[in-house]
C-alpha cells in the first residue's frame, strides 16, 4: 500500500479503506442538472500530489486540509506519488479523484500524445502556480551545458512524472538520449538529492515551484559542490514540442545565490475527470481561492493561484463544477 500521509485520523482511514479496494462515499459522477457548489452526501476524495519532498506534495496536503476546514461535506486526503503522469493514469483510473500536473503532461494527456496512447477524459479546475526546470549539476563533473551530460550520471526524476518528460525532452533538445547518451537515474527528489550530496549523481533534474523544500535542503547542505544550469539555449527546440514552454528565472533568493539563473517554466493545472460531481469540483476549486492565505503558509508557490489566470488551460478545458465557482468569485459580493 502506497505510503500516504493523514490530514486527519477519518481521511487516513478513508484512504486506507480506499487502497484496499474498498472506498466508500467516494465522489459521485456528474448527473447533469444545476450546480450548489454543496455536496449532497458526505464525500470522501483523494488528491495525487508528487514527491514527498516538493511543492505538489506541500500544496497538495494544504489543500486537502482547507477542504476538511471548508465547512463541506466533502474530505479529503492528500497522497504521494510519481507526479504528472502517474497522477493522471490513476486519476482516470478511479484511484484518486483530483490530481496536480505540469501543463505539458495534461496537454498530451488530453491529446492522446506523448506518455498517452489515446486521449484521457480529464478536465481542469483552475491554472494554478509555475514549475521551474531546476537543473543542478556537481562542479566537479565539468558540465557546463546540457550537451555536456553525455556519459554523465543524470537523474532524470521519478518515472512516470513530469519532471520526467521535461528532462527527457531537454536532452533531446541538446541531441542526447536520455537511454543511450547518459546513464539516466529515475529517481525520487528525495534520492536524487542523496546522491547529489553523495557523488553518485553527476546532475539532476527536477520540475517543481519555488521553493522547492528538498532543493532548498540540497543548495545549504551542499552549496559549495553544486550549481544551478542554464538550459535556456535548447528553448527554440522544446517550443517546437509544445508553445507552453517559455523562458523565466530563479530569482538569486529563492535558494541564496549569487545571482538568478534563467531557466524554462511551465504552467501547473489542478485536474479532475471529466465526469466528476460538478458540486465537488465546485468546493475544491471554491477552496483553492477562499484559502488562498492558508496555501501560502505551506508554500510560496500558491502565492500564484490568481482568478486571472485560472481559467488559462487550454487545451484542457474547464470542469463545469470549475466554471460555476469561477463564475461566483468574480461577481460582485
Known sequence: MRRILTVTTISALALATAACGGRQNTAATDAGGDITCQAGQDTRIGIATGNAIGVYFALGNALAEQVN????????????????VQNIQQLVAGTYDVAFSLADTAADAVNGTGSFTTKQPVAALARIHTNYTQVI?????????VAGMKGKRVSTGSPKSGTEVIANRVLKAAGLDAEKDVSAQKLDLT?????????????MFFSGGLPTPGITDLMTTAKDQVEFLDITPVLPEMQKINEVYQESVIPAATYQQAADVKTIVVPNFLLVRQNLDPNVACVVTRTLFDRKTQLVQANAAAKEISLDTARKTSPVVLHRGAEKALDDLKAPK
Open 191 to 203: 534520492k536524487t538529492v542523496d546522491g547529489m550530496k553523495d557523488g553518485t549523481i553527476d546532475a
Open 69 to 84: 476546514a471548508s465547512g463541506s461535506k466533502v474530505q479529503a486526503t492528500a497522497a504521494e506519488t510519481g507526479a504528472s
Open 137 to 145: 549539476v556537481r562542479k566537479a563533473a565539468g558540465i557546463k551545458d
